[in-house]
């Protein structure tokens, strides 16, 4: 891969949750078929229905919705990092957020065809969960989005970290809290998971702390993909703090 895309690679990561509070306050069609997704996967069968609900909704772009977007983008010199960008896209209006990622991607220009989405899962998640989302919203999908006839080797433009991680082995998920562990990126110990979102959303109604935790995410992405890098055939030295730590 080239050493100029990545440089000029953008890493995202979002945040989702129900579209409703409560199960039963799903419109009756949508509730039915909730019901009906509910007795079709066994993991939501230990939960009753409103508990399955609360849980996993927000995992299924049928019945989740993006609360919020989170991107981050390196300053570089060389191969040395001297800096970091952070943007996120956030509100009560699913749809303004994605119009207004929509117009960012097409600011950052993605008609090219060496752009560069970063990011952990995003093949298997935020990616289609974005394109889902836009569809339901009936907004326009992004030309860099446009993959509904692609094959997986022609997805150039989505690197995922995860997949690097797997080199070839498909048996597991591990996750990006793994990871950074792993590699001892350093960051501020979470209050929060993302099984939590649906809650602090509806219940407590604190965006600000949910963007918090996805842009630390983004910034864990961040570290991860640099000590990754190896195994692409490039070395980077970074100059900077890579942390939101100080600010939070």
């Known amino acids: 891969m080239d050493f100029n895309r990545i440089r000029r690679a953008i890493y995202l990561d979002i945040e989702t949750t129900g579209q409703f509070r409560e199960y039963l306050d799903l419109p009756l069609d949508l509730r ?3 019901a009906e997704f509910h007795l079709s996967r066994k993991r939501l ?3 009753d229905l409103e508990a399955s609900y609360r849980k996993f909704s927000g995992i299924y772009a049928e019945f989740g919705k993006v609360v919020m977007v989170s ?4 300053e570089w010199k060389g191969k040395t990092v001297k800096g970091y960008k952070l943007k ?6 699913e749809s303004e957020i994605l119009k207004e990622l929509s ?3 097409k600011r950052y220009g993605t008609s090219r065809r060496d752009d ?3 990011g952990h899962n995003i093949r298997e998640f935020d990616i289609p969960f974005l394109i889902r989302r836009l569809l339901i919203n009936k907004l326009p999908i992004p030309r860099i989005f446009q993959i509904a006839t692609k094959k997986p080797w ?3 433009h989505f690197l995922d970290t995860m997949n690097l991680w797997k080199f070839g082995d498909y048996k597991n998920y591990t996750s990006l809290k793994t990871l950074s562990n792993l590699f001892v990126i350093s960051h501020k110990q979470d209050d929060i998971d993302g099984s939590q979102i649906h809650d602090i959303y509806w219940g407590e109604h604190d965006i600000s702390k949910i963007q918090s935790y996805c842009e630390r995410d983004v910034l864990r992405t961040i570290q991860l993909f640099l000590n990754l890098l190896p195994s692409l055939g490039y070395q980077a030295k970074v100059e900077c703090s890579l942390s ?3 600010s939070y």
């Open 103 to 105: 117009a960012f991607l």
């Open 116 to 118: 560069l989405i970063i």
């Open 154 to 156: 022609e997805l150039h």
């Open 244 to 246: 939101l730590d100080d």
């Open 71 to 74: 991107i981050g983008a390196l």
């Open 32 to 34: 039915q078929c909730w």
């Open 88 to 93: 996120s896209f956030s509100g009560t209006c």
């Open 45 to 47: 069968n230990e939960f």
